[in-house]
């Protein structure tokens, strides 16, 4: 089994940064990809970005060059960096670990609860 936690989501204006941690427990050796997802009210859940073991990211065109996901060096944390947010980033984020490079929710084996993330204008 795999826990995930995020923190530190909260609310901040249009142009504004955070950072959210996803601390990860178990058995972490069977991860080989973190995935990062949102869900806005009324919407589907949509993956955002991905890093896998080798520290290779990917990303949703609708983050790119805004979003920066990495991993803490010897720790089992990972970050999802959020720059330039827009009103429509006002989503609950999670994080979900797996062992496939796909932004697909079905890949996942294992979620964090999530944390809300609300963007002013």
């Known amino acids: 089994q795999v826990q995930l936690v995020e923190s530190g989501g909260g609310s901040v204006q249009a142009g504004g940064s955070l950072r959210i941690s996803c601390a990860v427990s178990?058995?972490?050796?069977?991860?080989?990809?973190m995935g990062w997802f949102r869900q806005a009210p009324d919407n589907e859940r949509e993956g955002i970005g991905l890093?896998?073991?080798?520290?290779?990211?990917a990303y949703a065109d609708s983050v790119k060059g805004r979003f920066t996901i990495s991993k803490a060096t010897a720790k089992d944390i990972y970050y999802l960096q959020m720059n330039s947010l827009k009103p429509e980033d006002t989503a609950i984020y999670y994080c979900?670990?797996?062992?496939?490079?796909?932004?697909?929710?079905?890949?996942?084996?294992?979620w964090g609860k999530g944390t809300q993330v609300t963007v002013s204008s």
């Open positions: 890093i896998t073991n080798d520290g290779s990211t």
């Open positions: 178990g058995n972490t050796h069977t991860i080989s990809v």
């Open positions: 979900a670990a797996g062992r496939f490079r796909l932004l697909r929710e079905s890949v996942y084996n294992y």
